[in-house]
């Protein structure tokens, strides 16, 4: 039987289960004592942060995180005033005054960014909220340990700010066994002593499931909200939330030694039924799926063969009733029997880059 389509003008509909992204929030804010904050950023990891921002206010969050100062702007007009919006690269160079205009916190990341949001705080005459970010071991942002120890030396230090969080990030959350995760956590608690009383967070996704020990005052989860398992290789304990069914273009029959796609990589061993499917990787289905990949007919896996072209690919579907292949129908690239995770690892990736990358060619669907 042929599916109704939902949208026969799009090649593909992504269905995004706001019910599934307010039930991972609220089973991930459930394992602490403190409290959850919600990670924005990249729209939200590719799934819409317009429709998932007020769907998680309305759950209770109350901090949000984007990346850039622009995501954040964006994101102030989506959630209620009382909310707390962190910008985790800080204020860009000139821009601090952006910041205080949306009432966007920034992470302030370096003595720079210190600097200049001392520097605003001085001309506007008032204290400024900041989040501080340590670097504790990652080297990617945060105020290293040599330009802390500096800058602690003197008292004021922290003039005209007013620190309403101390954070820093974990490089190796998801390899529960790895010595960096203790290292990490002990090296914040000692470096945070220059910040006495000030909330503080340590745990992404994965650094939730390391315990309590790295819970402190607030979560910060993003994959985990929107169906990444953040324990690899366990089962996982969240909901999916994203499925996505791409649109049959044409179907075909070929004989051995037919070849499929660009490049002639994939020759047929015999007789087969293709399906030309109106994904490609210019949706963000990425190109290293190329006869690695699946996808799924009424629960039945069917190989992607040849290469992914840019707006579309091929399918063996020599399993599937000839009946149920049509120009229009509508098959599984992920859902019910395809996570995220599982597209990610058969693309040699992780289920981040899979979620933001999915493009905005998709007719979406909110529920
Ligand atoms: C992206 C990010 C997070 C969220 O990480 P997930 O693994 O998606 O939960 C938290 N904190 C910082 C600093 C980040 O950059």
Known sequence: MVESVEAPR???????????????????????????????????????????????????????????????????????????????????????????????????????????????????????????????????????????????????WLQGLRPTLVMSHLACADEPGHPMNDAQRRRFDTLREVLPGVPASLANSSGVFLGPDYHYDLLRPGAALYGINPQPGMPNPLRQAVSLRARVVQVRSVCEGDVVGYGAHHVCAGERRIATVAVGYADGWLRSLSGRGFAFVDGIKVPIVGRVSMDSMGLDVTGIPAERIVPGAEVELMGAHQTVDEVASAAGTIGYEVLTRLGSRFHRRYL
Not at 71 to 80: A, C, D, S
Not at 88 to 106: M, N, R, S
Not at 143 to 148: E, K, N, P, R, W
Request: aromatic letters at 6%.
């Open 10 to 156: 799009a090649g593909a509909v992504l269905t995004v289960d706001l019910g599934a992204v307010r039930a991972n929030y609220r089973q991930l804010a459930n394992m602490t004592r403190g409290a959850c904050a919600a990670v924005m950023k990249a729209d939200a990891y590719g799934i819409g942060m317009e429709q998932v921002a007020p769907a998680l206010a309305l759950e209770g969050c109350k901090v949000f995180f984007t990346a850039h100062l622009e995501e954040g702007i964006r994101l102030r007009q989506l959630v209620p005033e009382h909310c707390a919006i962190y910008v985790l690269h800080g204020p860009p160079p000139g821009t601090a005054k952006e910041c205080f205009q949306y009432d966007l916190t920034p992470v302030l990341n370096d003595p720079g960014q210190l600097h200049e949001w001392r520097t605003v705080a001085h001309k506007l005459g008032r204290e400024l909220p900041a989040a501080i970010q340590l670097d504790t071991g990652m080297s990617r942002m945060g105020i290293a340990s040599t330009d802390l120890a500096a800058l602690s030396r003197t008292s004021d």
